[in-house]
Protein backbone atom coordinates (compact mmCIF):
# COMPACT_ATOMS: atom_id res chain seq x y z
CA UNK A 1 0.00 0.00 0.00
CA UNK A 2 2.75 2.13 1.11
CA UNK A 3 4.59 1.57 -2.57
CA UNK A 4 1.18 2.19 -4.75
CA UNK A 5 0.77 5.49 -2.79
CA UNK A 6 4.54 6.41 -3.78
CA UNK A 7 3.75 5.94 -7.28
CA UNK A 8 0.30 7.64 -7.54
CA UNK A 9 1.74 11.13 -5.89
CA UNK A 10 4.33 11.32 -7.92
CA UNK A 11 1.28 12.47 -10.96
CA UNK A 12 2.65 10.58 -13.74
CA UNK A 13 1.59 10.71 -17.21
CA UNK A 14 1.98 7.12 -17.05
CA UNK A 15 1.58 5.02 -14.03
CA UNK A 16 2.96 1.09 -14.67
CA UNK A 17 1.24 -1.00 -11.88
CA UNK A 18 3.21 -4.41 -11.36
CA UNK A 19 0.46 -6.46 -9.72
CA UNK A 20 -2.19 -4.07 -8.29
CA UNK A 21 -4.06 -6.72 -6.31
CA UNK A 22 -1.12 -8.69 -4.68
CA UNK A 23 -1.31 -9.69 -0.55
CA UNK A 24 -4.32 -7.05 -0.51
CA UNK A 25 -7.42 -7.48 1.73
CA UNK A 26 -10.60 -7.72 -0.47
CA UNK A 27 -11.65 -4.09 1.16
CA UNK A 28 -8.51 -2.57 -0.08
CA UNK A 29 -8.87 -3.76 -3.63
CA UNK A 30 -12.05 -2.41 -3.75
CA UNK A 31 -10.89 0.74 -2.72
CA UNK A 32 -8.16 0.42 -5.30
CA UNK A 33 -10.47 -0.15 -7.76
CA UNK A 34 -12.78 3.24 -7.22
CA UNK A 35 -8.95 4.85 -7.36
CA UNK A 36 -7.12 3.99 -10.37
CA UNK A 37 -10.19 4.90 -12.44
CA UNK A 38 -10.37 8.34 -10.81
CA UNK A 39 -6.40 8.92 -11.57
CA UNK A 40 -7.00 7.42 -15.22
CA UNK A 41 -9.85 9.83 -15.90
CA UNK A 42 -7.42 12.71 -14.43
CA UNK A 43 -5.38 12.06 -17.76
CA UNK A 44 -2.70 9.38 -16.89
CA UNK A 45 -2.59 6.28 -18.97
CA UNK A 46 -2.06 2.88 -17.07
CA UNK A 47 -0.32 -0.70 -17.77
CA UNK A 48 -1.70 -2.40 -15.22
CA UNK A 49 0.44 -5.69 -14.76
CA UNK A 50 -2.32 -8.19 -12.50
CA UNK A 51 -3.07 -12.03 -12.15
CA UNK A 52 -6.42 -11.62 -11.30
CA UNK A 53 -8.97 -11.77 -14.23
CA UNK A 54 -11.67 -10.42 -12.33
CA UNK A 55 -9.65 -7.23 -11.20
CA UNK A 56 -8.46 -6.68 -14.44
CA UNK A 57 -12.13 -6.92 -16.12
CA UNK A 58 -13.03 -4.23 -13.96
CA UNK A 59 -10.12 -1.79 -14.38
CA UNK A 60 -8.99 -2.16 -18.53
CA UNK A 61 -10.92 -2.43 -21.60
CA UNK A 62 -8.06 -3.96 -23.76
CA UNK A 63 -5.69 -6.73 -22.50
CA UNK A 64 -2.30 -7.96 -23.60
CA UNK A 65 -2.01 -11.50 -22.56
CA UNK A 66 1.73 -13.00 -22.48
CA UNK A 67 3.32 -16.31 -21.83
CA UNK A 68 6.72 -17.20 -21.98
CA UNK A 69 7.76 -13.93 -23.02
CA UNK A 70 5.63 -13.46 -26.23
CA UNK A 71 2.13 -11.61 -26.62
CA UNK A 72 -0.36 -14.57 -27.06
CA UNK A 73 -3.63 -12.15 -27.04
CA UNK A 74 -4.48 -8.76 -27.23
CA UNK A 75 -7.48 -7.54 -27.63
CA UNK A 76 -10.99 -6.61 -25.50
CA UNK A 77 -10.74 -8.16 -21.93
CA UNK A 78 -13.81 -9.34 -21.76
CA UNK A 79 -12.85 -11.48 -24.85
CA UNK A 80 -9.79 -12.68 -22.78
CA UNK A 81 -12.54 -15.04 -20.36
CA UNK A 82 -13.16 -17.09 -24.37
CA UNK A 83 -9.84 -18.15 -24.82
CA UNK A 84 -9.93 -21.39 -22.87
CA UNK A 85 -6.53 -22.14 -23.95
CA UNK A 86 -5.04 -18.77 -22.19
CA UNK A 87 -7.30 -19.49 -18.72
CA UNK A 88 -7.03 -22.93 -18.85
CA UNK A 89 -4.14 -24.12 -15.77
CA UNK A 90 -0.71 -26.07 -17.52
CA UNK A 91 1.26 -25.39 -14.57
CA UNK A 92 -0.31 -27.09 -11.58
CA UNK A 93 -3.07 -28.40 -14.31
CA UNK A 94 -1.98 -32.47 -14.13
CA UNK A 95 -1.50 -32.65 -10.30
CA UNK A 96 -5.17 -30.68 -10.01
CA UNK A 97 -6.77 -33.36 -12.60
CA UNK A 98 -4.94 -35.78 -10.34
CA UNK A 99 -6.25 -35.08 -7.16
CA UNK A 100 -9.87 -34.36 -8.49
CA UNK A 101 -9.78 -37.88 -10.40
CA UNK A 102 -9.65 -39.16 -6.33
CA UNK A 103 -12.16 -36.68 -4.86
CA UNK A 104 -14.56 -36.97 -7.83
CA UNK A 105 -14.51 -33.38 -8.46
CA UNK A 106 -15.35 -31.96 -11.89
CA UNK A 107 -13.21 -30.19 -13.97
CA UNK A 108 -10.15 -29.92 -10.85
CA UNK A 109 -11.98 -27.61 -9.71
CA UNK A 110 -12.49 -26.71 -5.41
CA UNK A 111 -16.26 -26.00 -5.56
CA UNK A 112 -17.38 -24.70 -2.32
CA UNK A 113 -19.16 -27.45 -0.21
CA UNK A 114 -22.72 -26.47 0.85
CA UNK A 115 -23.78 -24.72 3.85
CA UNK A 116 -24.92 -27.92 5.40
CA UNK A 117 -22.23 -30.52 4.29
CA UNK A 118 -19.58 -27.55 5.10
CA UNK A 119 -21.39 -27.73 9.04
CA UNK A 120 -21.49 -31.59 8.74
CA UNK A 121 -17.40 -31.73 7.99
CA UNK A 122 -17.01 -29.53 10.47
CA UNK A 123 -18.81 -31.37 13.72
CA UNK A 124 -16.19 -34.97 12.19
CA UNK A 125 -13.36 -33.27 12.02
CA UNK A 126 -14.22 -31.55 15.57
CA UNK A 127 -14.47 -35.43 17.09
CA UNK A 128 -10.41 -35.83 15.56
CA UNK A 129 -7.64 -35.03 18.01
CA UNK A 130 -6.11 -31.80 17.79
CA UNK A 131 -3.29 -31.66 16.54
CA UNK A 132 -2.04 -27.54 17.44
CA UNK A 133 -3.82 -25.50 19.79
CA UNK A 134 -3.14 -22.00 20.46
CA UNK A 135 -4.19 -20.88 23.41
CA UNK A 136 -4.41 -17.35 24.57
CA UNK A 137 -1.30 -15.93 22.96
CA UNK A 138 -0.64 -12.29 22.53
CA UNK A 139 2.08 -10.67 20.98
CA UNK A 140 3.16 -6.46 21.66
CA UNK A 141 4.82 -4.54 19.83
CA UNK A 142 5.46 -1.49 22.21
CA UNK A 143 1.60 -0.43 22.51
CA UNK A 144 0.62 -2.45 20.02
CA UNK A 145 -0.63 -5.29 20.30
CA UNK A 146 -0.40 -7.43 17.12
CA UNK A 147 -2.03 -10.36 18.36
CA UNK A 148 -4.29 -10.16 21.81
CA UNK A 149 -5.23 -13.60 23.53
CA UNK A 150 -6.27 -15.93 20.15
CA UNK A 151 -7.53 -18.91 20.94
CA UNK A 152 -8.09 -21.83 18.30
CA UNK A 153 -7.52 -25.34 17.38
CA UNK A 154 -6.79 -27.49 14.34
CA UNK A 155 -7.70 -30.90 14.26
CA UNK A 156 -6.46 -33.67 12.33
CA UNK A 157 -6.87 -33.75 9.03
CA UNK A 158 -8.20 -30.25 9.35
CA UNK A 159 -7.65 -27.35 6.87
CA UNK A 160 -8.39 -24.06 9.01
CA UNK A 161 -8.20 -20.60 6.51
CA UNK A 162 -7.13 -17.87 8.53
CA UNK A 163 -8.13 -14.64 7.42
CA UNK A 164 -8.36 -10.94 8.15
CA UNK A 165 -7.70 -7.82 7.18
CA UNK A 166 -4.39 -6.51 6.28
CA UNK A 167 -1.81 -5.69 9.69
CA UNK A 168 -5.16 -8.02 11.33
CA UNK A 169 -1.63 -10.03 12.92
CA UNK A 170 -2.47 -13.42 10.45
CA UNK A 171 1.39 -13.47 9.86
CA UNK A 172 2.29 -12.68 13.52
CA UNK A 173 0.31 -15.66 14.38
CA UNK A 174 2.44 -17.89 12.55
CA UNK A 175 5.81 -16.54 13.86
CA UNK A 176 4.64 -17.05 17.35
CA UNK A 177 3.38 -20.61 16.51
CA UNK A 178 6.80 -21.41 14.55
CA UNK A 179 8.59 -19.84 17.34
CA UNK A 180 9.92 -16.98 15.14
CA UNK A 181 9.22 -14.64 17.55
CA UNK A 182 8.65 -14.82 21.41
CA UNK A 183 4.85 -14.35 22.97
CA UNK A 184 4.62 -11.93 25.73
CA UNK A 185 1.51 -14.77 27.18
CA UNK A 186 -0.18 -17.63 26.27
CA UNK A 187 0.81 -21.64 24.79
CA UNK A 188 1.09 -23.60 22.00
CA UNK A 189 0.68 -27.32 22.28
CA UNK A 190 2.02 -29.32 19.40
CA UNK A 191 0.46 -32.82 19.40
CA UNK A 192 -0.40 -32.53 22.67
CA UNK A 193 3.18 -31.34 23.64
CA UNK A 194 3.47 -27.71 24.94
CA UNK A 195 6.09 -26.46 22.48
CA UNK A 196 6.58 -22.65 23.72
CA UNK A 197 10.06 -22.38 24.55
CA UNK A 198 11.14 -24.39 21.62
CA UNK A 199 13.75 -22.91 19.15
CA UNK A 200 11.84 -22.76 15.72
CA UNK A 201 14.41 -25.82 14.41
CA UNK A 202 13.07 -28.40 17.28
CA UNK A 203 8.95 -27.33 16.48
CA UNK A 204 10.15 -28.03 12.63
CA UNK A 205 11.70 -31.59 13.66
CA UNK A 206 8.26 -32.26 15.92
CA UNK A 207 6.66 -31.98 12.29
CA UNK A 208 5.29 -28.03 12.29
CA UNK A 209 5.80 -27.13 8.54
CA UNK A 210 5.80 -23.42 7.51
CA UNK A 211 5.93 -21.56 4.40
CA UNK A 212 6.41 -17.29 4.58
CA UNK A 213 4.54 -14.74 2.53
CA UNK A 214 7.74 -13.55 0.91
CA UNK A 215 8.39 -17.25 0.05
CA UNK A 216 12.53 -16.60 0.23
CA UNK A 217 15.00 -19.34 -0.81
CA UNK A 218 18.51 -19.57 -1.58
CA UNK A 219 18.55 -18.20 -5.31
CA UNK A 220 21.62 -20.26 -6.25
CA UNK A 221 20.45 -23.71 -5.72
CA UNK A 222 18.54 -25.37 -8.54
CA UNK A 223 14.81 -26.47 -7.74
CA UNK A 224 15.62 -30.06 -7.18
CA UNK A 225 18.83 -29.10 -4.57
CA UNK A 226 16.26 -26.22 -2.92
CA UNK A 227 13.71 -29.29 -2.23
CA UNK A 228 16.14 -31.58 -1.31
CA UNK A 229 17.11 -29.40 1.60
CA UNK A 230 13.44 -29.80 2.72
CA UNK A 231 14.46 -33.44 3.05
CA UNK A 232 17.34 -32.83 5.79
CA UNK A 233 16.13 -34.65 8.63
CA UNK A 234 15.69 -37.60 6.56
CA UNK A 235 19.66 -37.58 5.99
CA UNK A 236 20.90 -40.58 7.38
CA UNK A 237 24.41 -40.25 8.08
CA UNK A 238 26.06 -36.64 8.26
CA UNK A 239 29.45 -37.39 8.97
CA UNK A 240 31.87 -36.40 6.18
CA UNK A 241 34.27 -39.71 6.25
CA UNK A 242 31.53 -42.07 4.94
CA UNK A 243 30.85 -39.32 2.42
CA UNK A 244 34.32 -39.25 1.39
CA UNK A 245 34.68 -42.62 0.93
CA UNK A 246 30.73 -43.16 -0.81
CA UNK A 247 30.20 -45.71 1.89
CA UNK A 248 26.70 -47.42 0.49
CA UNK A 249 24.51 -45.95 3.70
CA UNK A 250 25.39 -42.62 1.71
CA UNK A 251 24.44 -43.61 -1.28
CA UNK A 252 21.25 -45.53 -0.31
CA UNK A 253 19.78 -42.20 1.45
CA UNK A 254 21.02 -39.95 -1.40
CA UNK A 255 19.08 -42.22 -3.32
CA UNK A 256 15.93 -42.37 -1.29
CA UNK A 257 16.32 -38.06 -0.88
CA UNK A 258 16.04 -38.30 -5.01
CA UNK A 259 13.45 -40.38 -5.16
CA UNK A 260 11.74 -37.97 -2.36
CA UNK A 261 12.52 -34.94 -4.48
CA UNK A 262 10.99 -36.56 -8.11
CA UNK A 263 7.96 -37.20 -6.44
CA UNK A 264 7.42 -33.65 -5.06
CA UNK A 265 8.22 -32.74 -7.89
CA UNK A 266 5.54 -34.65 -10.29
CA UNK A 267 3.02 -33.55 -7.69
CA UNK A 268 3.69 -30.10 -7.75
CA UNK A 269 4.22 -30.19 -12.16
CA UNK A 270 7.79 -28.46 -11.56
CA UNK A 271 8.84 -30.83 -14.10
CA UNK A 272 10.35 -27.79 -16.23
CA UNK A 273 12.13 -25.94 -14.01
CA UNK A 274 13.82 -28.82 -12.26
CA UNK A 275 17.05 -27.62 -13.28
CA UNK A 276 16.60 -24.05 -13.06
CA UNK A 277 17.98 -21.55 -10.35
CA UNK A 278 15.56 -20.38 -7.75
CA UNK A 279 16.97 -16.98 -8.39
CA UNK A 280 15.55 -17.49 -12.41
CA UNK A 281 12.33 -17.91 -10.95
CA UNK A 282 9.15 -16.27 -11.05
CA UNK A 283 7.54 -15.22 -8.28
CA UNK A 284 4.90 -17.61 -8.65
CA UNK A 285 6.76 -20.49 -9.64
CA UNK A 286 9.18 -19.83 -6.54
CA UNK A 287 6.08 -19.96 -4.38
CA UNK A 288 5.25 -23.36 -5.75
CA UNK A 289 8.61 -24.41 -5.15
CA UNK A 290 8.31 -23.56 -1.37
CA UNK A 291 5.41 -25.18 -0.79
CA UNK A 292 7.68 -28.37 -2.31
CA UNK A 293 10.54 -27.61 0.32
CA UNK A 294 8.10 -27.20 3.26
CA UNK A 295 6.21 -30.76 2.27
CA UNK A 296 10.11 -32.31 1.84
CA UNK A 297 10.94 -32.58 5.63
CA UNK A 298 7.12 -34.60 6.34
CA UNK A 299 5.41 -32.54 8.47
CA UNK A 300 1.99 -32.94 10.24
CA UNK A 301 1.15 -29.63 10.49
CA UNK A 302 1.80 -27.19 8.01
CA UNK A 303 1.12 -23.81 8.06
CA UNK A 304 1.29 -21.63 4.64
CA UNK A 305 1.13 -17.71 4.26
CA UNK A 306 -0.66 -16.45 1.22
CA UNK A 307 0.22 -19.52 -1.07
CA UNK A 308 -1.53 -17.70 -3.50
CA UNK A 309 -0.34 -14.59 -3.85
CA UNK A 310 2.05 -14.16 -7.28
CA UNK A 311 0.25 -17.03 -8.69
CA UNK A 312 -1.61 -16.32 -12.17
CA UNK A 313 -5.88 -16.72 -11.57
CA UNK A 314 -5.99 -20.05 -13.80
CA UNK A 315 -3.09 -21.67 -11.27
CA UNK A 316 -4.97 -20.61 -8.55
CA UNK A 317 -7.87 -22.46 -9.21
CA UNK A 318 -5.64 -25.80 -9.85
CA UNK A 319 -3.94 -24.46 -6.14
CA UNK A 320 -7.53 -25.40 -3.55
CA UNK A 321 -7.32 -29.27 -5.22
CA UNK A 322 -3.35 -29.50 -5.22
CA UNK A 323 -3.37 -28.55 -1.71
CA UNK A 324 -6.53 -30.87 -0.67
CA UNK A 325 -4.71 -33.56 -2.12
CA UNK A 326 -1.55 -32.55 -0.26
CA UNK A 327 -3.48 -32.66 2.63
CA UNK A 328 -4.52 -35.91 1.92
CA UNK A 329 -2.15 -37.86 0.58
CA UNK A 330 0.35 -36.84 3.64
CA UNK A 331 -2.11 -36.92 5.91
CA UNK A 332 -1.32 -34.04 7.51
CA UNK A 333 -3.66 -30.49 8.53
CA UNK A 334 -3.09 -27.34 6.97
CA UNK A 335 -3.28 -23.77 8.53
CA UNK A 336 -3.37 -21.53 5.20
CA UNK A 337 -3.28 -17.55 5.05
CA UNK A 338 -5.35 -16.56 2.03
CA UNK A 339 -6.85 -13.22 0.89
CA UNK A 340 -8.49 -15.19 -2.04
CA UNK A 341 -11.79 -16.23 -1.00
CA UNK A 342 -12.84 -17.92 -3.69
CA UNK A 343 -9.55 -20.53 -3.07
CA UNK A 344 -9.95 -20.36 0.33
CA UNK A 345 -13.78 -21.16 0.80
CA UNK A 346 -13.87 -23.62 -1.61
CA UNK A 347 -10.33 -25.42 0.17
CA UNK A 348 -10.96 -24.33 4.45
CA UNK A 349 -13.36 -27.02 6.50
CA UNK A 350 -13.27 -23.84 9.17
CA UNK A 351 -12.26 -20.33 9.05
CA UNK A 352 -11.03 -18.06 11.82
CA UNK A 353 -11.51 -14.19 11.13
CA UNK A 354 -9.15 -11.72 12.66
CA UNK A 355 -9.13 -7.83 12.75
CA UNK A 356 -7.07 -5.95 14.94
CA UNK A 357 -5.25 -8.77 16.70
CA UNK A 358 -8.56 -10.33 17.80
CA UNK A 359 -10.39 -13.50 16.91
CA UNK A 360 -13.85 -12.05 15.57
CA UNK A 361 -15.30 -15.01 13.91
CA UNK A 362 -14.86 -19.21 13.71
CA UNK A 363 -16.70 -21.10 12.12
CA UNK A 364 -17.49 -22.73 8.47
CA UNK A 365 -16.54 -20.58 5.35
CA UNK A 366 -19.94 -19.77 4.51
CA UNK A 367 -21.02 -18.43 8.35
CA UNK A 368 -17.49 -16.57 8.95
CA UNK A 369 -17.71 -14.97 5.29
CA UNK A 370 -21.71 -14.16 6.21
CA UNK A 371 -20.56 -12.46 9.45
CA UNK A 372 -21.47 -8.88 10.01
CA UNK A 373 -17.92 -8.33 11.46
CA UNK A 374 -16.00 -9.79 8.61
CA UNK A 375 -18.41 -8.21 6.08
CA UNK A 376 -17.39 -4.93 7.71
CA UNK A 377 -13.89 -5.30 8.46
CA UNK A 378 -12.83 -7.71 5.21
CA UNK A 379 -14.70 -8.34 2.60
CA UNK A 380 -16.87 -4.85 2.51
CA UNK A 381 -20.30 -4.30 1.45
CA UNK A 382 -21.14 -5.87 -1.84
CA UNK A 383 -19.12 -8.63 -1.76
CA UNK A 384 -20.42 -11.45 -3.64
CA UNK A 385 -22.47 -9.25 -6.22
CA UNK A 386 -18.74 -8.27 -7.09
CA UNK A 387 -17.13 -11.18 -7.86
CA UNK A 388 -17.17 -11.62 -11.94
CA UNK A 389 -16.84 -15.63 -12.62
CA UNK A 390 -13.20 -16.61 -13.05
CA UNK A 391 -13.37 -18.03 -16.32
CA UNK A 392 -15.17 -20.52 -18.28
CA UNK A 393 -16.31 -23.17 -16.27
N1 LIG B 1 8.56 -6.33 13.88
C1 LIG B 1 7.50 -5.56 14.10
N2 LIG B 1 7.55 -4.43 14.82
C2 LIG B 1 6.48 -3.68 15.04
N3 LIG B 1 5.24 -3.96 14.60
C3 LIG B 1 5.09 -5.07 13.87
C4 LIG B 1 6.20 -5.94 13.58
N4 LIG B 1 5.75 -6.97 12.83
C5 LIG B 1 4.43 -6.76 12.65
N5 LIG B 1 4.03 -5.61 13.28
C6 LIG B 1 2.66 -5.09 13.32
O1 LIG B 1 1.79 -6.12 13.74
C7 LIG B 1 0.54 -6.06 13.06
C8 LIG B 1 0.23 -7.38 12.44
O2 LIG B 1 1.13 -7.63 11.37
P1 LIG B 1 1.06 -8.96 10.50
O3 LIG B 1 2.22 -8.95 9.59
O4 LIG B 1 0.88 -10.11 11.41
O5 LIG B 1 -0.27 -8.72 9.67
P2 LIG B 1 -0.99 -9.67 8.60
O6 LIG B 1 -2.34 -9.98 9.13
O7 LIG B 1 -0.11 -10.81 8.24
O8 LIG B 1 -1.18 -8.68 7.35
P3 LIG B 1 -1.04 -8.92 5.75
O9 LIG B 1 -2.38 -9.41 5.28
O10 LIG B 1 -0.79 -7.55 5.22
O11 LIG B 1 0.08 -9.85 5.52
C9 LIG B 1 0.68 -4.90 12.07
O12 LIG B 1 0.04 -3.77 12.63
C10 LIG B 1 2.17 -4.69 11.94
O13 LIG B 1 2.45 -3.35 11.65
MG1 LIG C 1 0.89 -11.37 6.53
Redesign the pocket.
Known amino acids: MLSLAQAFIARPKLLMIDELSL???PTVVEQLVQIVPAIHAAGTAIILVEQSVSTSLRLAERAVFMEKGEIRFSGATAELLERRDLVRSVFLHGAASAASAGSGAPGGSTEARSPEAQRERASVLEAKPVVLEVCEIT?R??G?A??ADVSFSLHEGEILGLI????????????LVSGF?DLNAGQVLLDGEDVTGLAPHARARRGLGRSF?SAILWPSLTVAEAIATGCEPEVAVRAALPAFFRLPVVSDSEADIAARVDELIDLLGLGDYRDKFVGELSTGTRRVVDVGVQLASRPFVLML??PSSGIAQRETEALGPLLRSVQAELDCSLLV?E?DMTLLSGLADRLVA?D??EVIAVGTPADVLAHPAVVESYLGRGWGEREVPAGPP
Open positions: GLAKYGLAVGPNGAGKTTILDQQDEIHLAG
